[in-house]
Every structure is written in C-alpha cells, then in structure tokens.
C-alpha cells in the first residue's frame, strides 16, 4: 500500500461500515480478502487494488487485469446457511448493473446473463468470483465477494465479446469513483438480499435478464443442451426448456451463450 494510494482510500465516502484496504499491485483481490477474513477482519472490509498480477474469474479462469478498471474484493459474514451464499451473485450482479446504468448513455442496454455476468449492449462487462469457508457449526464463517467491472480496458479475441464502461460512452471516471458508486449500490442490495431473501432480488434480476423466454445454448462439463430460457428458480437454479423434448431441467451450473439471430 503505498501513501499516495491510502490517502485516495481515505477520502472515500463509502456506506456504513464499509472500509477499504487500497493497494497498488496485489497478486488477487479475493486471496488478499481470504487472508484478512481468516484474520478476523469485520464484514465490509473491501480490498481494492489498482492491477490484479494473478486475476482469476469462475472456474480459474484466468481475469485480465490491467490498470484503470475497478478491482475489488468485499468480506460479507451473512447470516445464511452456505447453500444460499451463491445468491450473492445475483445480489452483486445488480449491484454492478445499476452502477453501470447509473452512468452510461443508455441505462436500457445494460442486462444480466446468468449465472453472473452484467452485458452492455450484449458484451460482457465485468466478473464475479465468490469464495467462502464454512464454520465449524454448519455455517458460514465468512464470504468474499470479488468483483472487476472494465472501466478503461477489456479483453479482445475472448469466447464471449467484452467492452467496458468507456467504450460505451460513459464519462471520465477513476476507479476511486467508480467504487463509490458500486459500494452504495451494493451496500442497498445485500441490505435487501439479508432482510428479505432471494425473493425480491430474483425479481429484480429478472427485469434485468438477457434471454428470458427466448433460445439459449447451455454449455455443460460433459455436454451441451439447447432450449429455452424459461424462468429462474427460487433458489436461482435456471430452468431451461429443452429443445429436444426432454422437459424443464434445472441448471445449477453451467455456461451460457445466446444464439445468432437468423433475419428472415
């Protein structure tokens, strides 16, 4: 953490009970945030850093993380057992949608593809990782949320096209600005997420939703399935009507991708 850098953190004007450790390079936000939450580090507790050396998305999947996007990790302790802590996903997935619409030209292009991507104008925008341990009584002893949203920057030649805040015409920003406007909005929706359930934010979410009643493609470890996107579950499990007749399944996990559009 160097001085200038933990000025710029103190001047941030984060939700009760937010506070930030800033730091220039870290290897990952979320290992640094797993390292202060074993230590015992309060619930709100956000690691911020400037570049990633060692970003990763779902899956290992390697996060491009060059300097001038927002990289950020928070430590949540909810009270919930751990089958319900993947619905923070979704929590966080508003979270960034309404800050992105909050300073894009166009609020209606943003959308949220599940399980946990925010789209502009179909392209993907930002990454959510969770990680968590359990505690010794069946619970969880603590959640890290790590989040980057493209500001400046984004990936080219990726399998599912990316863009970033800039390119789609949002103004200036710093980073530092950037958090604000993330903190508060998420600060807002895990409030709702604790004091109501799943039940409001998977409302929330489906306003948002890319595809909804319309041809998804399901990638699978072992397979791929097609059919349509009929609804997201109680529990935020997407149901898929299969093409092939087979009925509505439930999709724990998996990856989604939008068929082209065939004009006629």
């Not at 292009?109 to 930002?126: A, E, F, H, M």
């Not at 959510?128 to 984004?154: D, K, P, Q, T």
Request: proline content about 6%; glycine content about 10%.
């Amino acid at each position: 953490m160097t001085a200038g850098h933990e000025a710029e953190a103190a001047r941030l004007r984060l939700p009760p009970g937010f506070r930030v450790m800033a730091f220039d390079s870290v290897g990952s936000t979320n290992d640094e945030a797993k390292a202060f939450a074993r230590s015992g580090a309060a619930e709100g507790t956000i690691v911020w850093a400037k570049r990633q050396e060692s970003g990763r998305g779902r899956r290992g999947r390697a996060w491009t993380s060059p300097e001038g996007n927002l990289y950020s990790s928070i430590i949540l302790r909810p009270s919930r057992p751990p089958a319900e802590a993947a619905q923070i996903s979704f929590v966080a997935a508003l979270a960034i949608a309404d800050t992105a619409a909050s300073v894009l030209p166009d609020p209606d292009s943003v959308r949220c593809k599940w399980p946990n991507d925010v789209l502009v104008q179909g392209r993907k925008l930002s990454g959510i990782l969770l990680e968590s341990e359990a505690a010794a009584g069946g619970g969880l002893s603590w959640l890290v949320l790590g989040v980057g949203i493209n500001l400046r920057h984004f990936p080219e030649g990726t399998e599912f096209a990316a863009t970033s805040l800039a390119a789609e015409g949002a103004p200036a920003l710093q980073p530092a600005a950037l958090l604000e406007i993330y903190a508060e909005h998420l600060a807002r929706w895990y409030a709702l997420w604790t004091e109501h359930g799943f039940g409001p934010v998977r409302d929330a979410w489906l306003k948002r939703a890319r595809g909804l009643g319309e041809p998804i493609v399901v990638r699978l470890p072992d397979r791929t399935l097609t059919g349509t996107f009929a609804d997201l579950d109680s529990d935020g499990v997407l149901l898929l009507d299969r093409e092939d007749g087979a009925g509505r399944q439930r999709i724990a996990a998996g990856d989604v991708f939008f068929p082209p559009v065939v004009e006629t």
